[in-house]
Protein backbone atom coordinates (compact mmCIF):
# COMPACT_ATOMS: atom_id res chain seq x y z
CA UNK A 1 0.00 0.00 0.00
CA UNK A 2 2.54 2.32 1.05
CA UNK A 3 4.83 1.43 -1.98
CA UNK A 4 2.55 1.56 -4.11
CA UNK A 5 1.21 4.97 -2.75
CA UNK A 6 4.72 6.34 -3.43
CA UNK A 7 5.07 4.88 -6.27
CA UNK A 8 2.00 6.76 -7.66
CA UNK A 9 3.18 10.13 -6.20
CA UNK A 10 6.67 9.73 -8.40
CA UNK A 11 4.75 8.75 -11.33
CA UNK A 12 2.28 11.55 -10.99
CA UNK A 13 5.96 14.16 -10.17
CA UNK A 14 7.51 12.77 -13.73
CA UNK A 15 4.06 13.10 -15.59
CA UNK A 16 4.11 16.64 -14.03
CA UNK A 17 7.77 17.40 -15.01
CA UNK A 18 7.49 15.67 -18.33
CA UNK A 19 4.22 18.08 -18.87
CA UNK A 20 5.58 21.20 -17.96
CA UNK A 21 8.72 20.70 -19.59
CA UNK A 22 7.48 19.67 -22.95
CA UNK A 23 4.57 22.31 -22.41
CA UNK A 24 6.51 25.69 -21.02
CA UNK A 25 9.99 24.77 -22.46
CA UNK A 26 8.64 26.21 -26.27
CA UNK A 27 6.81 28.75 -24.80
CA UNK A 28 9.97 30.28 -22.64
CA UNK A 29 12.07 29.78 -25.68
CA UNK A 30 9.39 31.61 -28.06
CA UNK A 31 8.92 34.44 -25.79
CA UNK A 32 12.81 35.02 -25.37
CA UNK A 33 12.62 35.23 -29.64
CA UNK A 34 10.07 37.67 -29.71
CA UNK A 35 11.83 39.29 -27.21
CA UNK A 36 14.89 39.94 -29.42
CA UNK A 37 12.39 40.65 -32.37
CA UNK A 38 11.31 43.76 -30.08
CA UNK A 39 14.46 44.61 -29.15
CA UNK A 40 16.11 44.43 -32.62
CA UNK A 41 13.04 46.13 -33.95
CA UNK A 42 13.52 49.12 -31.44
CA UNK A 43 16.90 49.47 -32.74
CA UNK A 44 15.75 49.73 -36.62
CA UNK A 45 13.18 51.80 -35.35
CA UNK A 46 15.77 54.55 -33.99
CA UNK A 47 18.33 53.85 -36.62
CA UNK A 48 19.30 57.11 -38.39
CA UNK A 49 20.42 54.78 -41.33
CA UNK A 50 17.05 52.36 -40.75
CA UNK A 51 13.58 53.55 -39.95
CA UNK A 52 14.36 56.75 -38.43
CA UNK A 53 10.95 56.89 -37.02
CA UNK A 54 11.83 59.07 -34.45
CA UNK A 55 12.61 62.42 -37.25
CA UNK A 56 8.12 62.10 -37.16
CA UNK A 57 6.87 60.20 -34.07
CA UNK A 58 7.32 60.25 -30.97
CA UNK A 59 8.01 56.66 -29.83
CA UNK A 60 8.60 54.99 -26.58
CA UNK A 61 11.58 55.98 -25.05
CA UNK A 62 12.88 57.95 -28.09
CA UNK A 63 14.98 60.89 -27.86
CA UNK A 64 14.26 63.90 -29.60
CA UNK A 65 11.12 63.20 -31.14
CA UNK A 66 9.82 65.16 -34.11
CA UNK A 67 6.19 65.80 -33.76
CA UNK A 68 5.12 65.95 -37.77
CA UNK A 69 3.22 62.99 -37.03
CA UNK A 70 1.14 61.32 -34.38
CA UNK A 71 2.56 59.73 -31.70
CA UNK A 72 2.65 55.83 -31.86
CA UNK A 73 0.91 54.85 -28.93
CA UNK A 74 -1.56 52.21 -27.29
CA UNK A 75 -0.81 50.33 -30.58
CA UNK A 76 -2.41 46.87 -30.22
CA UNK A 77 -5.92 48.53 -28.80
CA UNK A 78 -5.51 51.00 -32.01
CA UNK A 79 -4.38 47.87 -34.40
CA UNK A 80 -5.74 44.44 -33.00
CA UNK A 81 -4.78 43.02 -36.85
CA UNK A 82 -0.93 43.19 -36.40
CA UNK A 83 -0.91 43.04 -40.81
CA UNK A 84 -2.73 46.25 -40.92
CA UNK A 85 0.20 47.95 -38.65
CA UNK A 86 2.23 46.24 -41.12
CA UNK A 87 0.84 47.70 -44.00
CA UNK A 88 0.72 51.23 -42.99
CA UNK A 89 4.71 51.08 -42.01
CA UNK A 90 5.24 48.87 -45.54
CA UNK A 91 3.19 52.07 -47.35
CA UNK A 92 2.01 54.45 -45.78
CA UNK A 93 0.61 55.96 -49.16
CA UNK A 94 -1.84 53.38 -49.98
CA UNK A 95 -4.21 54.17 -46.69
CA UNK A 96 -3.31 58.21 -47.55
CA UNK A 97 -1.52 59.26 -50.98
CA UNK A 98 -0.48 62.50 -49.80
CA UNK A 99 1.67 60.82 -46.82
CA UNK A 100 4.85 62.14 -46.07
CA UNK A 101 5.61 59.30 -44.35
CA UNK A 102 8.33 57.33 -46.37
CA UNK A 103 6.96 53.92 -48.25
CA UNK A 104 9.68 52.01 -46.41
CA UNK A 105 8.46 48.24 -47.60
CA UNK A 106 7.81 49.96 -51.19
CA UNK A 107 10.75 51.42 -51.83
CA UNK A 108 12.87 48.47 -49.76
CA UNK A 109 14.46 51.05 -47.44
CA UNK A 110 14.33 48.23 -44.87
CA UNK A 111 13.50 44.46 -45.76
CA UNK A 112 10.66 42.25 -45.26
CA UNK A 113 12.24 40.82 -42.27
CA UNK A 114 13.57 44.15 -40.79
CA UNK A 115 9.52 45.26 -40.98
CA UNK A 116 8.72 42.16 -39.09
CA UNK A 117 10.75 43.23 -36.53
CA UNK A 118 9.51 47.28 -36.29
CA UNK A 119 6.33 45.82 -35.88
CA UNK A 120 7.02 43.92 -33.35
CA UNK A 121 8.33 46.92 -31.27
CA UNK A 122 5.81 49.38 -32.32
CA UNK A 123 3.53 46.49 -31.70
CA UNK A 124 4.79 46.87 -28.17
CA UNK A 125 3.84 50.66 -27.64
C1 LIG B 1 8.80 61.82 -42.61
C2 LIG B 1 7.97 61.58 -41.46
C3 LIG B 1 7.68 60.17 -41.05
C4 LIG B 1 8.57 59.14 -40.82
C5 LIG B 1 10.07 59.13 -40.98
C6 LIG B 1 7.78 58.03 -40.32
N1 LIG B 1 6.45 58.37 -40.28
FE1 LIG B 1 4.95 57.19 -39.66
N2 LIG B 1 3.61 58.63 -40.10
C7 LIG B 1 3.93 59.91 -40.55
C8 LIG B 1 2.69 60.70 -40.68
C9 LIG B 1 2.63 62.16 -41.11
C10 LIG B 1 1.64 59.85 -40.31
C11 LIG B 1 0.14 60.21 -40.24
C12 LIG B 1 -0.66 59.49 -41.26
C13 LIG B 1 -0.22 59.82 -42.65
O1 LIG B 1 -0.06 61.01 -42.99
O2 LIG B 1 0.00 58.87 -43.41
C14 LIG B 1 2.24 58.57 -39.96
C15 LIG B 1 1.54 57.47 -39.54
C16 LIG B 1 2.10 56.33 -39.00
C17 LIG B 1 1.37 55.26 -38.40
C18 LIG B 1 -0.13 55.22 -38.20
C19 LIG B 1 -0.40 55.99 -36.94
C20 LIG B 1 -1.81 55.99 -36.49
O3 LIG B 1 -2.08 56.83 -35.62
O4 LIG B 1 -2.61 55.18 -36.94
C21 LIG B 1 2.27 54.32 -37.97
C22 LIG B 1 1.98 53.02 -37.26
C23 LIG B 1 3.57 54.81 -38.34
N3 LIG B 1 3.44 56.05 -38.96
C24 LIG B 1 4.74 54.15 -38.06
C25 LIG B 1 5.98 54.59 -38.46
C26 LIG B 1 7.21 53.83 -38.27
C27 LIG B 1 7.29 52.51 -37.56
C28 LIG B 1 8.20 54.57 -38.81
C29 LIG B 1 9.65 54.21 -38.94
C30 LIG B 1 9.93 52.93 -39.57
C31 LIG B 1 7.61 55.79 -39.32
N4 LIG B 1 6.27 55.77 -39.10
C32 LIG B 1 8.33 56.81 -39.94
C33 LIG B 1 5.20 60.39 -40.81
C34 LIG B 1 6.36 59.66 -40.71
Known sequence: MTISKRRLVTATGLLI??????????SIAFSAEEGSAVAEGKSLAFSRKKGNCLACHMMGDGQSPGNIAPPL???????????????????????????????????????ESELDKIVEYVWTL
Open 17 to 26: TTLSTSLLAP
Open 73 to 111: IAMKARYPDKAKLRAQIWDATAMNPDSPMPPFGKHQVIS
